[in-house]
């Protein structure tokens, strides 16, 4: 399975940014999908995540500005970010469980993007 993460970029803040991540997975609809970044000097951290019946959890920095969904047709999972902050600077990393979870703890995730990252001006 390949994921691809993609949407990065400068962004002022206050601002909007959506990612995507696009996999090559047949059965993606199966698959629970997350969400992680993880800033200078930090370690990874949960952003959110979406189950394969849509139940979705949030970090408690980013409930209420950032919204997970999926889309099953086009293989693609998105995050859109609203009223971004500095601290929200991160590369960001889709992740997929095929348990189909969507769980925030990162080591049930057997496959991982390779990051798109966020720039939040101040």
């Known amino acids: 399975v390949q994921l691809q993460a993609s949407g990065g970029g400068l962004v002022q803040a206050g601002g909007s940014l959506r990612l995507s991540c696009t996999a090559s997975a047949r059965a993606f609809g199966t698959y629970g999908l997350g969400w992680f970044r993880q800033g200078p000097g930090e370690e990874r951290e949960f952003v959110s995540s979406?189950?394969?019946?849509?139940?979705?959890r949030y970090s408690e920095s980013v409930e209420g500005r950032f919204t997970i969904s999926r889309d099953n047709a086009k293989k693609t999972m998105y995050l859109q970010m609203n009223s971004l902050k500095p601290e929200d600077t991160a590369v960001y990393y889709c992740?997929?469980?095929?348990?189909?979870?969507?769980?925030?703890?990162?080591?049930?995730?057997?496959?991982w993007g390779q990051g798109t990252l966020v720039t939040v001006s101040s």
């Open positions: 979406i189950s394969t019946t849509g139940k979705t």
């Open positions: 992740a997929a469980d095929t348990h189909g979870y969507g769980s925030a703890g990162s080591t049930v995730y057997e496959y």
